[in-house]
């Protein structure tokens, strides 16, 4: 079954940079891309970017647009996202998603909690 | 960027009683491109409906969804307990991704 397995919570102060990792199995890694969405506390759901596991190329939001960097590792099925110079409004649960083969975000991560504070 | 609005913001029903979340979107949605997820509190959002119409797997025949161009639906034939949720729209034909606002269904 496909899973997707992502890395434990992390607290960071303000400008520093955080890399979650997402770990997939249960199905041939580069066949998919990986989603990277969002969710600060009490709030919605904020969709941050997409990377390719077959080539590596990406699609990001552009209120992220040079503080992201998503990357793959196909030798573990792994997917990143490191978001850097960050600030209190980055505080929030960081979903990595997989879409389904008919449509729709069909598998997501556990969620990984990072918080911003001094 | 497509905008989708959500609504109610909240809606405050009983067991049973049939529910009908609305998302309005900003421009023109490709009907195979439009999805619906329920979330609980401390989960990851669940894939309801994609395409607009059609259950993802394992999703019970209570939900169904609907509409075309700008307007969507949602609707829960008859609301279970574990129905009380946040719900969410997204389009996925058009880059940026969005996501609607959410509508919370609560318990009255």
């Known amino acids: 079954q496909v899973q997707l397995v992502q890395s434990g919570a992390e607290v960071k102060k303000p400008g520093a940079s955080v890399k979650v990792s997402c770990k997939a199995s249960?199905?041939?890694?580069?066949?998919?891309?990986i989603s990277w969405v969002r969710q600060a506390p009490g709030q919605g759901l904020e969709w941050m970017g997409w990377?390719?596991?077959?080539?590596?190329?990406?699609n990001y939001a552009q209120k992220l647009q040079g503080r992201v960097t998503m990357t793959t590792d196909t030798s573990t099925s792994t997917a990143y996202m490191e978001l850097r110079s960050l600030r209190s409004d980055d505080t929030a649960v960081y979903y990595c998603?997989?879409?389904?083969?008919?449509?729709?975000?069909?598998?997501w991560g556990q969620g990984t909690l990072v918080t911003v504070s001094s | 960027e497509i905008v989708l609005t959500q609504s109610p913001g909240t809606l405050s029903l009983s067991p049973g009683e049939r529910a009908t979340l609305s998302c309005r979107a900003s421009?023109?949605?490709?009907?195979?491109?439009l999805a619906w997820y329920q979330q609980t509190p401390g989960q990851a959002p669940r894939l309801l409906i994609y395409?607009?119409?059609t259950r993802a797997t394992g999703i019970p025949g209570r939900f169904s969804g609907g509409g075309s161009g700008t307007d969507f639906t949602l609707t829960i034939s008859r609301l279970e307990p574990e129905d009380f949720a946040v719900y969410y729209c997204?389009?996925?034909?058009?880059?940026?991704?969005?996501f609607g606002g959410g509508t919370k269904v609560e318990i009255k």
């Open positions: 998603a997989r879409y389904s083969t008919s449509g729709g975000l069909g598998y």
């Open positions: 249960g199905y041939t890694f580069t066949s998919y891309g």
């Open positions: 990377i390719s596991a077959y080539n590596g190329n990406t």
């Open positions: 421009q023109s949605v490709s009907s195979t491109s």
């Open positions: 395409g607009a119409s």
């Open positions: 997204q389009q996925y034909g058009s880059s940026p991704l969005t």
